[in-house]
């Protein structure tokens, strides 16, 4: 059974850095990817940043890069969302999710975390 547990969120001032994680279990697959996404208030959820796991490729959307990065551990079986110069607008909660095999769409993902809430205060 695949579980996704996010954590790292909290109440950070802008201008600051944050790093959420995402630890994994139960992965079997040899071809997955590993998302991270956001739902800010009353919009939908969106793609921000996503990782191979096989050679760690990454993919952002054109709204996060230079800011967000993206990584994994594989030893801890984890992957990471760094976050500098934090905005008011980077609130949301941070969802990360897996794709069995990568499909270049990012939806649907296959399995879900239950997300960790980050709260940027100006």
């Known amino acids: 059974q695949v579980q996704l547990v996010e954590s790292g969120g909290g109440l950070v001032q802008a201008g600051g850095s944050l790093r959420l994680s995402c630890a994994a279990s139960?992965?079997?697959?040899?071809?997955?990817?590993m998302g991270w996404f956001r739902q800010l208030p009353e919009k939908e959820r969106e793609f921000v940043a996503g990782?191979?796991?096989?050679?760690?490729?990454?993919y952002y959307a054109d709204s996060v890069k230079g800011r967000f990065t993206i990584s994994r551990d594989n030893t801890k079986s984890t992957v990471y969302l760094q976050i500098n110069s934090l905005k008011p607008e980077d609130t949301a909660v941070y969802y990360c999710?897996?794709?069995?095999?990568?499909?270049?769409?990012?939806?649907?993902?296959?399995?879900w975390g239950k997300g960790t809430l980050l709260t940027v205060s100006s």
């Open positions: 990782i191979r796991w096989s050679d760690a490729g990454t």
């Open positions: 139960g992965l079997i697959f040899n071809s997955y990817v």
């Open positions: 999710a897996v794709e069995r095999t990568y499909s270049g769409n990012w939806n649907p993902m296959d399995y």
